[in-house]
T-cell receptor
Framework: GAVVSQHPSWVICKSGTSVKIECRSL??????MFWYRQFPKQSLMLMAT?????????EQGVEKDKFLINHASLTLSTLTVTSAHPEDSSFYIC??????????????FGPGTRLTVL | GESVGLHLPTLSVQEGDNSIINCAYS??????FIWYKQESGKGPQFIID?????DKRQGQRVTVLLNKTVKHLSLQIAATQPGDSAVYFC??????????FGTGTSLTVIP
């Protein structure tokens, strides 16, 4: 299966700071990246979809100015949580796809990043 | 702090028994479905998928059944093992684009 990494795995920050989460697809080129958020004991909620070199498309209710997504290369996408508040504390998971048929029909997920905002 | 939401449905089974996990999906246009397993603190892991032109697909120890009439999916795990304890999610998609996840079920296997 595909190898996907996220960094950091856990971050604790003060309220009001910005946090950047990196997602790397290590063995394939991710033309599309999905970002999910998961609260404790809840399901994954799709936040946004980004295609390499294009602006991300955000799901309804997700603030694009708060959750900045950059997908500048085929192997790296970043999610920046700006001015984080305690209610942003969650588990953030990326999911890249290559769209070339090899992995297009099977989503692979990063290991997730736990964000704790104090 | 973190938000507190609904608790996941739970299912407890004896080791060696078969498990059946159910999922209702919402979009009648969805044509591709995946079951995922998620262990605590980790990202989801792919288990098995099925397209809407099928109503059953079998993998190793797992079977997925699709009933499009009632928009229902089930995952059957044969001879459930302690390592199967996890949260299981179904995800629906139209054309393999965005995937939307169901509520999830927490499976506990009793040794």
């Amino acid at each position: 299966g595909a190898v996907v990494s996220q960094h950091p795995s856990w971050v604790i920050c003060k309220s009001g700071t910005s946090v950047k989460i990196e997602c790397r697809s290590l063995d394939f080129q991710a033309t599309t990246m999905f970002w999910y958020r998961q609260f404790p004991k809840q399901s994954l909620m799709l936040m946004a979809t980004s295609n390499e070199g294009s602006k991300a498309t955000y799901e309804q209710g997700v603030e694009k100015d708060k959750f900045l997504i950059n997908h500048a290369s085929l192997t790296l996408s970043t999610l920046t949580v700006t001015s984080a508040h305690p209610e942003d504390s969650s588990f953030y998971i990326c999911s890249p796809t290559s769209g070339d048929g090899r992995f297009a029909d099977t989503q692979y997920f990063g290991p997730g990043t736990r964000l704790t905002v104090l | 702090g973190e938000s507190v939401g609904l608790h996941l449905p739970t299912l407890s089974v004896q080791e060696g028994d078969n498990s059946i996990i159910n999922c209702a999906y919402s979009n009648s246009a969805s044509d591709y479905f995946i079951w995922y397993k998620q262990e605590s603190g980790k990202g989801p892991q792919f288990i098995i998928d099925i397209r809407s032109n099928m109503d059953k697909r079998q993998g190793q120890r797992v079977t997925v059944l699709l009933n499009k009439t009632v928009k229902h999916l089930s995952l059957q795990i044969a001879a459930t093992q302690p390592g199967d304890s996890a949260v299981y999610f179904c995800a629906e998609s139209v054309g393999g684009n965005q995937f939307y996840f169901g509520t999830g079920t927490s499976l506990t296997v009793i040794p």
